[in-house]
Structures are given as C-alpha cells and as structure tokens.
C-alpha cells in the first residue's frame, strides 16, 4: 500500500532542542512532489536548519506564489503561518506581512519562473526594500508545474528534454540582486546540504532582504543529458568559492575559529556567520569584487556556490521607514487608530 | 568498508531479528501476514515446517523471538509472536491431507528414537517421509516428555499435544512405551539399527543438601518428580504452605500447580534479586496474577523439623555486591524462619546416563557428559547421535526441536555414506513486492497500536480444575490488530548503486534516519556521522557500492528500519527496493531448492 503520510514512528534516541522539539517536529504533511525532486531536499535543509535555530515554529510566517517550489511549505514547519500568494506576487504578500508584525521570521520559498518571470518586478522592489526575509528561488530552469517549459533562468543552450536547445539569455538572479544592492546573496545546489543548511541559517538570521538561489534538478523534466540544471550537470559544474560555516548566539569563538583566512560578520542577533574562501581572495563582504568574480567564472562555465555577498551592518526597511518598534498587531486598538483629530494635525502638516 | 555481499542469505537473514533469534528459524513474518490474511491453515503449515509443534509452541515457547523482535527498539513491546502462532494453530483447517505422507516402499533403513520427547518426536518428523523406519523407546506411558509430565495442563492442554504428536506418530512410528533403556550396549548389541538418537532429556532434579533435607523428606518435593507425579495422578494434593525453593520455569509450574491442589499460601522463594530471575517476565506475571508471593535475596540454610516433621525452613537475608571481578558475592544481613507444610525444590535439572556404558566408544566429559559435536550431533561413537536437554543440558522445545532437524540431517547422511561435516547450505528467494507506482504487496504502513493483552480466564474459574487453561488466546479484534504491529522485517530493502542519481529523496523521507550517503571510511569511524548515529553495534551497517556521480556511498543502518518502504516509493530511479526474503532451509533429505519449491505449492494449496 502507499503511503499517505510519513508514519510517526520516531528514532527512540531523536534530539530535543531547546524548547522541547525534535527535528521530526519541524515537519510537514508528504510531499506530493514527484520522487528524487531537488524542492523535497531543500525542504528537508528548511527542517533541519529551523530545528537547529530552536526557532518557536508558531512565530514563522511561509509565503509562497504557485509552481511545484512554491507548493513546499507545505512539506515543513506544519505548525507554522503560511500564505501561498497566486503567481509571481508572493514579494508583495511578505512585504504586507512584514509590515504589519516584524516580530515574525519570514521565508519566502519561490521558483525561477514564479521569481524571474511573472514575479520579477516583485522580487525587485522587495530587494530594494530589503523586507528582512529569507526569499529562497528553487531554482531549475524550467516550470516545473506546468510539464518542464524553459524558465527566465535556463542557461543558453541546456536541452529540453525531446531534444530543443533554449537560446535566450538567463537572468541570473545573483547578478540581478547583486546590482539591485541586495543586503544578502547565497547560492546552494539541493544535492550539498552540508553546504546548504548554514546558508539558510545565515539567511534566516540576516536583518533584511537574504535571497538565496539554489539549483534544484527537477527530475522529471529537466535532469537529462543536455540540461545544465540536471544532478549530474550541477556535479560537474558547481565551485564553493567560499565556504560558510554558522555560529549560533552564545557560541563562544574560539581562537581556533577565529584565526586564519576565517571572516566573521556578527549578525545584529548576536549569531556570527564565518566565511572561509575557498577561491583566493574571495572577499564575499565586496559587492564588486563579488560581482565580477562570479562572473568570470560563469564566463568559464562554472557555477559558484556559498555565501557570495553579505552587507555589514545592513539595514531593513523597519529601519529607514523609521516605523515603530513594537509590530502593529501588538499595539492597542487607541495607538494604531489614534481618531480624528490627530488625523486632521497629521494632514495640517502637508497643507 | 566493503560493499556488503546480499547474496549470502546470512545478511537478510539476520535483519529478520525474529526468525534470526528462533533456534528453528521460523520465518515470522510470513506467518503473521498469513494470519493477516486469514490464511490460519497456510500459516500453520509454514510453522510447522520448521517448528514442527505451532500449537504446542504457540502455548508455550520461550519465544526468544520475541526479546529480538525489532519493535522493541522501536518502541517497548515487541509482537506477540507467540501467541499469533496461537492463533494460527486454534482457528487452521484440516490439514490431514496437508502432512508429509511416508512413502509406502521403506528404504531399509532403521533408526532407534530413545525417549519420546520433542527432540526425537522432530528426528522422526524429518525421516519418515525420506522412508526410515523410526521405532521409539519411552520408559514412560506417554509421549511428549516433559512437555507432557511436567508442563501443567492448564498452560497446555492434553488434546493439543495428542493431535502434534500424532502428526508425527501416525506415520507409523512405533512406539515402546514403559521400555526405559537401561544399557545402550545391548540396545547395539542387538544390531537392529543403522542408527541411533539420544533424546532422553535432563531428567534428574537438582538437590538442596541442608540440615534437615533427609529428615523431612516425607514433605520435601523435587519439582520436576512431583510435577511427573501430579501429571499422572501419583500425588493428588499438597498442604496448604508452601515453599518452591528456586525462581526458574520450574519453579512458576510448581507454584500455580500447588495453588490448584490444596496450596492457600504459597511462596517463591530466590537467593537473589528480581533482574536476575531466571523465569521469564510474562511467568512471574501469571504466578504473581494467582496470589503467588515472590521472595527476594532469601538463602536456604536449613529445614525446620518437630516432632520430626516439616514446619518451616530457616532462609539468610542476604545482600548482594559485585566484588572487583564483577562477581555478584553475598553478604549475611540477618536470617528468619518461614512457616510452611510442603517444600518443593526446583532449583534445576541435570542430566544423568546411568544406562550409557562407558566402554562403548562413547566419550564423556568431566561433568559426566557425552561429547556431542555442536555440528553432527554425532557423539564419539559413529552412529550414535544425541539431541534436545540430553544434549548439553537442560534448553527448551523449541532448541530440542532445531536439535532434532539438524540431528536427523546427520543420521540422513549418515546412513546414506555422505559426510556428516558438509552440511548442506541454506538458500534465499529475493523477490520484488513492487505492485505499482506507489503500491506494494505488503501493508507497509506503520501502525502505532500497542501489544495485545492476553485475555485469561478468571481466578475463581481456573483453580476448579487441574485441567483448565488459563489463557484464552487472541479474539479476532486483538488479532487483527496484533497482525498489523509486525514489520514485516522479512520485506528487505534491497539497493542498486548503478541506478542511483543521489537526490537525496530516500534519506530525507525515511522517518527513522536509516539512511546515508557519504565517504567510505572504517566501520567504527563512520557509525558516528550518520544520519543518525548507528549505536547499536549488534545491527549491521549495509554498504553499497561507490555511487556513480561522486564515488561515495549509500550506507543503511538496519537497526531501527521500520520497513515501511518509503525510500523505495520516494526513490525516482528504483535504485531502492523492496523485496520479500525467503530463506530456505534444508531439512533431512531435501535440498533447499526442493524445500522451496514444496513450500511454495503448499501455500498456495
Ligand atoms: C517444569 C518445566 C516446565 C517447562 N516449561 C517449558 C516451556 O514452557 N517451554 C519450553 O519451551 N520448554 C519448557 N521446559 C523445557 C522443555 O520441556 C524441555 O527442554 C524439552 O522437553 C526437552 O526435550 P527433549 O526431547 O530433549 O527431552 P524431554 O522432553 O525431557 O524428553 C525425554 C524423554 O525421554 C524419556 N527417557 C529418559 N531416559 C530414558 C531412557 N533411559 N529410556 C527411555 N526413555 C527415557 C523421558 O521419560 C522423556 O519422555 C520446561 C521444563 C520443565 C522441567
Ligand atoms: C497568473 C498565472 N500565470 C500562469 C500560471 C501557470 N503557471 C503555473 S506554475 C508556473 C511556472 C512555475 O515555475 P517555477 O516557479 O519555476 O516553479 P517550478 O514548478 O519549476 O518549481 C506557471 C507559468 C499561473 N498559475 N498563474
Ligand atoms: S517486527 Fe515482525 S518481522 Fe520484525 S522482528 Fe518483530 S515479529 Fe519479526
Ligand atoms: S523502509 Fe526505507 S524509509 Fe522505511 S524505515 Fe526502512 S530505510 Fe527508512
Ligand atoms: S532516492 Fe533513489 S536516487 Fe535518490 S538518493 Fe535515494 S536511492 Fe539514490
Ligand atoms: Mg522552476
């Protein structure tokens, strides 16, 4: 018989973290992707990666638009929030949402066509607005859902799977929100978790806008001989520039950790992210520097891979809106709607 | 390490904890899916194949199988295998047409059978049907051995043990009864027999020689003497305090035996404490069910005689420390007497083989032993074979059982001129239970119930009569759930490196984290960065071969699978798969490939 649901039966000597939880607990319903799809792996990191944060799965808000990546917050955190938006609108949803209670950790879990196509000018202004979230594009460059066209993110050249050859340029979405000033820039492949699971754990403790892109082969169209996104492709192609290592608040830094090449930037929670540049002189804190590197090696036919560009000191839209501390669902019914006269002063001042 | 080598049937075999734990390798699963089905008499005959006794044994099997059953590690309680052959055993069909049939024309050769207990009734078993000639010499009126004289009626009644034994003895083995053998010489002697099997048990009850011990013998019981004499009706009754000196097997049947013929007050009395009782839990439990009082770290030191009668027996109150050797040793803390009419001694079994010369070719060992090689069951003396509690002292049915397969492959080859060393090898069927996309032949979801509690037939009810039993076995409903707790650990994931892309599916959905892809390194080294870190050293490590897109490998952790199949149905290429283990045993006669094909038509029959 198949399975309709993962059964409950639990490794007897299962970790709790520190509010009681096991990384069962971070779960969702099954998946109904189709078997072996990279989407199902980069849930099982988003599990991982909130259990380890010992993150209160009621304070997390999932957003989504619609493709088969945009259908898998549903896999995790079943406990938590969740809005899946209709197409390519999903920025906007986490941008209202933000707004209204900053008190919640967003991730936002998009594809390439949900994100680079229908959603891109979206993406855009939630970038350049640095909504602090952690935006994740599953990335395989072809809509999934609708049976395996060519996505905005399919590279020059990679075959579909009867045989055409894709001639449009790619947006990339690292150049893209790169020179759209974004305040956090990672890329993973779903088959490295080692990799992956600090990259959503720096994401999601970034202050501001953390877009992470991450190559996901979708097995069913797009994993054959020809295609750049395929398991074997991204094998053979990916290059960690830097690797990137998370230290949780409280961790103390040993001098061990803090010697060498090893970069530290102290996230504004007090966690500390360490980079370690695996290609030479990689700085990931130099916007420029960054740019240009991943482009040469794209130009090689290389995909680079880790922690590419991080803002020190970044500042989220709560920040430069000067918006008040507490999240508006706290405040009292009086504070948010102070009545008419102060309405009246307020517009006095514009007259 | 290296890649594991599924071809030898040792390595599934061993993930099947049940059937690897069972001396007779009883495939568990299997039945229990039969049962499942409905299927009571096809799951009997599968038991008995290799169990020989499935309604004896559903009673009364000391289930090592259970204690191994996977889903202790799982949870706490395993399945109640034991009571599921039960259920197979009380609800079959007719299963006449069912038996092995020996074949009219003999071939010639003849086998003596000394004892008519478990352990020769299984020799017979396996040879009539090849066409020996099995006679049995039992010094009793009865057959079965102790599982007869000295396993209480109430825990097995007369009827199934009447119908099991008959199986085997309507083939037409004959039987000597009241023919005790007192010379094996002129047993030989007479030169009527190709060969010979030793299946006399360990009859001789331990003693307790403490002051006092002759002088209330009147009152002084050995318990497996009494419980013989109970059974045949020698002693009709006992008094109404009673001590059972011992807290083993025998000691639990002496105990709820006495509260049925006159025992009021009766005590179980241990040198130690209860984690090192030798009874097992669920026997404590039915004594303790029935008011029997358990005394702990109590030492014998002397029977308590007046007027040259029992009336009590002084006990140490004992302590007990692990000296520096880690040797439990027992410290004196104070003593008292314990009032009682009847002591009955059950302190355990030894063997004895007064009638076995020692100048026939037959060595023995220190402790006054035939040496019995663990292989041949041959003693020294060609020809000569010895199985069951005769063999190395005192086991269970179901070890006399696995003796008297082995031993009747033995004398098979030994009467046919076949090397008693090459045993002939077990085999395996591995057979895909993939029925479609996402559906496989077995109910593979996990089901959470907990064990089924054994229904028992009130207090009151049970004491009227010797005879009646106290469990009632699983009604349906218990049944079917019971069924559903199995694993079905016999349904064995079964991997192929070439077809893997390593999209990680099947390790992200297994709910228990068997399942990891990485460097090859030392067993011990690689146990502890696993998904989850593989602890229990007991349970293997699968390896796979290097995985064709990064040379690492798939490693499985079989300790805690639950075999639910999700890998396979989450796998996009098939590299995993889930197929059914048939180990197939050899018996006396059959090579494992007829064996199987046998079983096979028997099923579906
Ligand atoms: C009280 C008690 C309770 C037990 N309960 C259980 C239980 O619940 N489950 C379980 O699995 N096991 C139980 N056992 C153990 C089990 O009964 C034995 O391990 C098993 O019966 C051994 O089988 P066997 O064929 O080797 O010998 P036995 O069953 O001992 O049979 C030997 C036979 O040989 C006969 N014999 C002996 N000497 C001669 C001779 N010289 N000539 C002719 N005949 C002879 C004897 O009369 C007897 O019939 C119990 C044992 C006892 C004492
Ligand atoms: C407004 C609108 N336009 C078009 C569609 C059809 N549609 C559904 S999913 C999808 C593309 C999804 O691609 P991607 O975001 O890459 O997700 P994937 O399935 O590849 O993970 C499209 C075009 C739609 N649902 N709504
Ligand atoms: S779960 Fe079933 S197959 Fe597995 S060990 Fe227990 S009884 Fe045997
Ligand atoms: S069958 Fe597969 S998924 Fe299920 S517990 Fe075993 S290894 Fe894990
Ligand atoms: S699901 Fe199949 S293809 Fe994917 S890693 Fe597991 S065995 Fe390999
Ligand atoms: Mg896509």
Redesign the pocket.
């Known amino acids: 018989m198949a399975q309709t649901g993962k059964p409950s039966v639990r490794h007897p000597s299962l970790k709790v973290n520190k509010l009681g939880l096991t990384q069962r607990d971070y779960e969702g319903s099954m998946s109904t992707l189709c ?2 799809c990279g989407h199902d792996s980069i849930t099982a990191s988003l599990v991982q990666a909130f259990f380890e944060l010992e993150i209160e799965p009621h304070k997390v808000a999932k957003l989504s638009g619609i493709g088969c990546s945009s259908k898998t917050p549903a896999y995790f955190l079943k406990e938590a929030h969740g809005f899946n938006s209709v197409h390519g609108r999903m920025p906007s949803i986490a941008t209202g949402a933000n707004a209204a209670n900053r008190g919640m950790t967003y991730i936002g879990v998009s594809g390439d066509g949900d994100s680079l196509s229908i959603g891109l000018g979206q993406l855009c202004h939630a970038i350049r607005r640095n909504v602090d979230m952690l935006y994740i594009i599953e990335n395989n460059g072809v809509y999934g859902l609708t049976k395996g066209q060519f996505s905005a993110s399919a590279d020059v050249g990679t075959k579909a799977k009867k045989g055409e050859e894709n001639r449009m340029g790619p947006i990339d979405p690292v150049a893209l929100a790169l020179s759209l000033g974004a305040s956090f820039v990672g890329k993973g492949f779903s088959g490295d978790k080692q990799q992956l699971v600090p990259l959503i754990k720096a994401g999601l403790s970034h202050k501001g806008f953390a877009l992470l892109d991450v190559i996901s082969p979708c097995v069913t169209f797009n994993d054959h001989q020809g295609s750049t996104k395929s398991y074997q492709y991204t094998r053979d192609h990916v290059q960690e520039v830097v690797e990137t290592d998370f230290v949780p608040v409280l961790h103390e830094i040993t001098a061990e950790q803090a010697s060498g090449d090893v970069t530290s930037v102290a996230m504004h929670d007090g966690s500390v992210v360490k980079f370690r540049p695996v290609a030479e002189g990689y700085d990931p804190t130099d916007r420029d520097g960054a740019y240009s590197h991943i482009a040469t090696r794209q130009a090689a036919g290389e995909v680079a891979t880790g922690l590419l560009y991080i803002e020190k000191g970044s500042q989220d839209v709560h920040s430069f809106e000067n918006t008040v501390e507490e999240s508006l669902v706290d405040l009292d019914f009086e504070e948010l709607c102070p009545g008419n006269q102060i309405l009246q002063e307020l517009q006095k001042q514009w007259r | 390490m290296k890649p594991t080598d599924v071809s030898r049937p040792e390595y599934y075999h061993k993930v099947v904890d049940c059937q690897w734990g069972c001396p007779a390798h009883t495939p568990v699963p299997e039945y229990i899916r039969l049962i499942a089905q409905g299927r009571f008499t096809e799951s009997y005959m599968l038991n008995r194949e290799s169990n020989v006794f499935p309604g004896i044994l559903g009673r009364t099997c000391d289930r090592p199988c259970e204690p191994a059953c996977r889903r202790v590690r799982v949870e706490d309680e395993p399945v109640a295998i034991c009571r599921l052959k039960r259920v197979a055993a009380d609800l079959r069909g007719d299963v006449g047409h069912l038996l092995p049939s020996p074949p009219t024309e003999k071939n010639g050769k003849k086998i003596a059978l000394i004892g008519a207990g478990p352990a020769s009734l299984t020799v017979a078993n396996d040879l009539m049907p090849l066409g020996y000639e099995c006679e049995i010499f039992e010094q009793l009126s009865r057959s079965g051995g102790l599982m007869r004289t000295n396993i209480p009626a109430f825990r097995l009644p007369a009827e199934v043990l009447d119908e099991e034994i008959d199986m085997i003895l309507d083939m037409g083995v004959q039987v000597h009864y009241d023919h005790p053998i007192d010379s094996l010489q002129s047993l030989l002697d007479q030169d009527r027999f190709d060969a010979v099997f030793v299946g006399t048990g360990a009859p001789k009850g331990k003693e307790l020689n403490i002051p006092g011990r002759e002088e209330g013998d009147a009152n002084i019981h050995i318990g497996i003497e009494w419980l013989e004499s109970v059974h045949f009706d020698h002693i009709k009754e006992i008094g109404e305090k009673v001590l059972i000196i011992g807290v083993g097997n025998t000691a639990m049947d002496c105990c709820r035996t006495s509260k049925r013929i006159g025992g009021v007050d009766v005590k179980v009395v241990a040198r130690k404490g209860r984690p090192y009782f030798k009874a097992s839990a669920w026997e404590l439990e039915d004594a303790e069910e029935e008011q029997v009082e358990i005394l702990e770290n109590h030492s014998p030191s002397r029977f308590v005689l007046e007027n040259g009668s029992l009336v009590g027996m002084e006990f140490e109150l004992v302590e007990w420390e692990a000296d520096e050797n880690g040797r439990l040793v027992s410290k004196v803390l104070d003593s008292k007497i314990v009032p009682c009419d009847d002591v009955i001694l059950a302190i355990g079994q030894d063997n004895a083989f007064p009638w076995i010369e020692r100048d026939i070719g037959i060595d023995f060992n220190d402790w006054e032993m035939p040496v019995v090689d663990k292989t041949t069951f041959q003693t020294t003396r060609d020809g000569v074979f010895v199985g069951g509690d005769a063999a190395w002292g005192p086991e269970n049915i179901i070890w006399a059982v696995e003796h008297g397969h082995q031993a009747a492959i033995s004398i098979d080859n030994y009467c046919q001129g076949q090397s008693l060393v090459n045993r002939p090898a077990y085999g395996m069927n591995l057979v895909s239970q993939k029925m479609g996309l996402h559906s496989w032949s077995y109910g593979s979801e996990y089901d959470a119930s907990q064990r089924a509690k054994m229904n028992h037939v009130d207090l009151v009810e049970r004491f009227k009569a010797l005879e009646v039993e106290v469990e009632l076995g699983f009604d349906a409903e218990q049944t079917a759930i019971e069924v559903e707790r199995c694993l079905n650990c016999d349904i064995q994931t079964s ?1 192929s490196a070439p ?9 992200d959905v297994c709910p228990v984290y068997c ?1 990891t ?1 990485t460097d090859n390194g030392s067993e011990e080294e690689m146990r502890d960065r696993l998904t989850a870190p593989a602890e229990n050293t007991d349970q293997d490590l699968y390896i796979s071969e290097e ?1 064709p897109q990064t040379a690492r490998i ?1 490693v499985k952790d079989e300790d805690l699978c639950v075999h639910c199949g999700l ?1 396979a149905e ?4 098939a ?2 798969d889930m197929a059914k283990f048939d180990l197939l045993i050899p018996y006396a006669g059959k090579p494992t490939w007829t064996e199987s094909a046998e079983a096979a038509s028997t099923i579906s029959s």
């Open positions: 078997a072996g | 991997f077809l893997c892309i390593e999209c990680d599916a099947c390790i399942l892809i995985l798939m890998c989450r796998c996009p290429t590299a995993w």
